[in-house]
Nanobody, 114 residues
Framework: QGQLVESGGGLVQPGGSLRLSCEAS????????MDWYRQAPGKTRDLVAF????????RYADSVKDRFVISRDNAKNTVYLQMNNLKPEDTAVYYC???????WGQGTQVTVSS
């Protein structure tokens, strides 16, 4: 049974950057695709990016393409989301997901405001 713990959220001004981390335990992390989702107040939880087990393939939502970068360190059982040029519309709770086991992290709040 897996567990995911996110960290790295916070308050940042527009144009700023944050790096989110999601540390996994309880499963063979390097074998699985990992996703980042986000949910803004009153909206659905939407896919932001995913990364394949080796990290060789990544995909992004159009709204974050060219600003966010997903990566992973299989030796540390951790997936990252580097978020650059943040906009107010990026404000949301960000979650990581182990897709195969359907295990969600607890979420980390990102607020972009001046």
């Amino acid at each position: 049974q897996g567990q995911l713990v996110e960290s790295g959220g916070g308050l940042v001004q527009p144009g700023g950057s944050l790096r989110l981390s999601c540390e996994a335990s309880g499963f063979i992390f390097s074998n699985y695709r990992m996703d980042w989702y986000r949910q803004a107040p009153g909206k659905t939880r939407d896919l932001v990016a995913f990364i394949t087990p080796s990290g060789s393939v990544t995909r992004y939502a159009d709204s974050v393409k060219d600003r966010f970068v997903i990566s992973r360190d299989n030796a540390k059982n951790t997936v990252y989301l580097q978020m650059n040029n943040l906009k107010p519309e990026d404000t949301a709770v960000y979650y990581c997901l182990w897709v195969t086991g359907y295990v969600w992290g607890q979420g980390t709040q990102v607020t972009v405001s001046s």
